[in-house]
């Protein structure tokens, strides 16, 4: 087909005319492609765009939103420094605190079970051993000390309140329970008898630790089961063990 051009240099008008009418259809369909093709790029832009909702909060990352994020709502988990270390019966608990940190669970362990001697009175520190009458006089603040760095340490793994989540939940049968958190081994459930055959990692199952020598029986244990510190008292108990008590219920004869 013979372009506008050459149609002039022939200085024919009717080709010229012919030329022209053939041209416009032509430009009609650039021009239409060209619509086309600049429409098409600003659709691919505005979906493109991404829309600013305002400045991310603190803490979130990447282009993902928080929202409905588990840990927007969880709670912060306490920390070993914010554990009250009130005691009743002046007992230090911060060389507890400080094993705790560094992770040395044997030494805590050991660590507390000379505490619960103390905060248990002179008697029980000079016998070398808690008797299991003596629980309930230990004051609330104490326990309370004992157990919030166990769970603080573990974040809520260990600790006497998450022994008696387990025991309750096995129906306060010993034996359900002494298996749940891994004090018996073999097909016999053989209490575990010595230190060196327990877990003192934070690998161990729930309740695993702290340690409350069973071997005699286990009234001691139950007894700090059902200490106030973590377990509401009876109806019609009469308790003379407040929050933050001194002890000074205590019979006599224990102090003997």
Not at 6 to 12: A, K, P, Q, W, Y
Not at 172 to 196: H, L
Not at 232 to 246: A, C, H, T
Request: proline share 5%; net charge positive; glycine share 10%.
């Amino acid at each position: 087909m013979a372009s506008l051009a050459t149609c002039h240099r022939t200085g024919l008008v009717a080709d010229a005319r012919r030329c022209a009418k053939q041209q416009r259809p032509a430009a009609a369909t650039r021009s239409r492609a060209s619509l086309v093709v600049r429409a098409s790029t600003e659709s691919k832009n505005l979906f493109n765009t991404s829309v600013s909702l305002g400045p991310k909060a603190p803490g979130q990352g990447g282009s993902s939103s928080s929202l409905g994020s588990p840990s927007a709502s969880s709670k912060p988990q306490i920390t070993l420094d914010d554990v009250p270390l009130a005691s009743g019966v002046d007992v230090d608990y911060s060389k507890l605190r400080d094993l705790l940190k560094e992770g040395k669970w044997r030494e805590a362990e050991d660590e507390t079970r000379e505490l619960l001697i103390q905060a248990a009175g002179p008697a029980a520190v000079r016998r070398g051993w808690v008797y299991f009458s003596e629980v309930k006089f230990i004051p609330v603040d104490d326990m309370r000390a004992l157990d919030g760095l166990w769970k603080a340490a573990s974040g809520g793994k260990y600790g006497y309140s998450a022994q008696r989540e387990v025991w309750v939940q096995k129906g306060r049968q010993w034996t359900k329970f002494f298996k749940a958190i891994d004090w018996v081994q073999g097909e016999n459930n053989v209490y575990r008898k010595w230190p060196s055959e327990f877990d003192y990692s934070a690998d161990a199952p729930k309740g695993h630790l702290p340690l409350t020598n069973a071997l005699r029986g286990t009234r001691l244990f139950e007894n700090i089961m059902e200490h106030e510190a973590f377990a509401k008292p009876m109806p019609g108990s009469n308790s003379s063990n407040g929050n933050g008590s001194n002890g000074a219920g205590q019979p006599g004869w224990l102090n003997k």
